[in-house]
């Protein structure tokens, strides 16, 4: 059964710990906890964000590291040792991931200007994968407008080339961002998607909170059953995107309903 969640994304410059409690108070079930500095790649924040999950029938889905935009100099490079740190960085990430119970890791991945060729690049995120499976998580690869992941093409690609080992989050916005419809990149990742940031757009915005634009969701949603997927749809929206809590908090609602349809 697909499920509506929140990120902690939303509430973004608001502190983590905070932004789980907002989640929290919205009603929300499951959640992508998006870590903002690295002091919060701790076992003692990790052990509150799992705590409080708990108590408050929580379920933290996925992480998504504050490291996101240095990812192409990271692993994405022709200079072997900021490669050996980037893995050493994330074995620690991946371990405080597996702690809450957290089944997914977004990856942003290579930048459009990296100069790797992109059959290096599916190599090295087929590595990172595999580390991060070690730990019990799957690595997803996030299209994102700014990166090599906004083209279906790419992402086609990626398939071919790492099979079942190439997992995906769908984000709805930077698919309108990048100039792509959603079932465009649907269609690319396929049987690959994992996972979902969902927002709503208009002819001028390109996220907005869900029933607020003009979107078909519902549309969306039904192609998402029909495609066989079962993952959560996590809202996720840029904090000048909704006027206010109580506006974002009947967003979440609003998308609650049309799941029970």
């Known amino acids: 059964m697909i499920r509506a969640g929140i990120s902690t ?26 870590v903002n500095a690295d002091q919060e790649f701790s076992p003692r924040c990790f052990q509150a964000y799992g705590r409080f999950a708990k108590e408050n029938g929580i379920d933290i889905v996925s992480i998504h590291p504050y490291t996101s935009g240095f990812e192409t100099a990271l692993f994405f490079s022709d200079y072997l040792r900021r490669l050996e740190d980037g893995l050493h960085l994330y074995s620690r990430f991946f371990e405080l991931a597996a702690s809450v119970g ?35 998580v799957t690595l997803l690869q996030e299209n994102v407008a700014r990166c090599k992941s906004r083209s ?3 992402i086609r690609a990626m398939r071919a080339a790492l099979g079942e080992e190439a997992a995906f989050v769908l984000d ?14 649907q269609e690319a990742m396929g049987e690959g998607i994992r996972h979902i940031h969902i927002s709503d757009c208009d ?16 549309g969306f949603i039904a192609s998402l059953r029909a495609g066989g997927y079962t993952g959560d749809l996590i809202l996720e929206l840029y904090k ?3 006027t206010g809590l109580v506006q974002l908090y009947e967003s979440y609602v ?3 309903r049309l799941l029970s349809i």
């Not at 930077?174 to 419809?181: H, I, L, P, T, Y």
């Not at 002819?203 to 519902?218: I, W, Y």
């Open 203 to 218: 002819s001028e915005r390109d996220c907005l909170p869900p029933g607020v634009g003009a979107a078909d969701l519902p």
């Open 240 to 242: 000048d995107s909704y």
């Open 152 to 154: 279906p093409a790419y």
């Open 9 to 34: 994304a939303c509430f973004y410059p608001e502190t983590t710990e905070r932004s789980l409690e907002l989640t929290a108070a919205a009603g929300a079930v499951c959640t992508e906890i998006f």
């Open 254 to 256: 609003y998308l609650t």
């Open 172 to 185: 709805v916005k930077q698919a309108v961002r990048a100039g792509f419809s959603v079932g465009e990149m």
């Open 102 to 136: 957290a089944r997914y890791f977004v990856l942003h991945g290579a930048a459009i200007k990296a100069k790797l060729e992109d059959a290096c690049i599916f190599e090295r995120f087929g590595l990172l994968a595999r580390q991060a499976r070690s730990f019990g």
